[in-house]
């Protein structure tokens, strides 16, 4: 059990500075303002929900920029289904 502790603290902890690929491309989904639902198995899938820090698709880089500075300083909704969840998946 103390094994499957420090290992799950681990992976928590390094998540912080490699991200899974998945969590690249939930991000990317993000940005984009772009919801998928893609199936692994005929009665089986998964729901990606893009919402933009913005809320808006389209955008200038400079503006892009400025909505990311915002979510880091917590002033516009983050990403995710549910607000305060930062597992994003």
């Given at each position: 059990l103390v094994i499957?502790?420090?290992?799950?603290?681990?992976?928590?902890a390094l998540s912080i500075w490699?991200?899974?690929?998945?969590?690249n491309f939930t991000d990317l989904c993000a940005i984009a303002n772009v919801s998928i639902?893609?199936?692994d198995m005929p009665l089986h899938g998964y729901y990606v929900h893009g919402q933009a820090p913005s809320g808006k698709a389209e955008g200038s880089t400079e503006e892009l920029?400025?909505?990311?500075?915002?979510?880091s300083k917590g002033t516009?909704?983050?990403?995710?289904?549910l607000v305060g969840d930062q597992t994003n998946l």
């Open positions: 499957a502790f420090v290992i799950y603290c681990l992976r928590r490699i991200p899974l690929p998945i969590q639902f893609f199936m920029k400025k909505y990311l500075e915002m979510e516009v909704r983050g990403r995710g289904l």
